[in-house]
């Protein structure tokens, strides 16, 4: 099920499923959890975090996957009320990542 949900600076939607929380919710301790950190993953968070604080970015357009296979999506500040420059950042990612399909059924 994808659920939006608009809150003050922008707008999110996450998918959930109730079977997988809860056989996920007591699987694994933090050292397991620890393991499994992407550490790229974590870095670009820092970057991007560090930009925002230094007021170089002025929207946001995110894609998240949890472990548990879950995905949420949301957009924040400037996206928002420039709907023409948000959809043209979304068609880059497609088009990028329709790129790397290619690129992966090549091999």
Known sequence: MLRL?????????TTTS?????RQRNKGTSADRAA?????????????LT???AGELTGLMY??????QD????IAGSYINDVQ???SAFSLIYS????????????
């Not at 499994?36 to 991007?48: F, G, I, Q």
């Not at 990028?96 to 091999?107: F, K, Y």
Request: aromatic content about 0%; overall charge positive.
């Open 63 to 68: 894609v998240v996957r949890a472990q548990n």
């Open 85 to 87: 420059s948000g959809l």
């Open 96 to 107: 990028l990542l329709g790129d790397n399909l290619r690129a992966q059924q090549q091999t």
């Open 18 to 22: 109730t079977k997988r929380k809860s």
């Open 36 to 48: 499994s950190v992407d550490l790229h993953v974590v870095a670009t968070l820092e970057k991007l």
């Open 51 to 53: 930009k925002a604080r």
């Open 71 to 74: 995905h949420g999506v949301g």
């Open 5 to 13: 949900i608009k809150t003050q600076n922008g707008m999110t939607a």
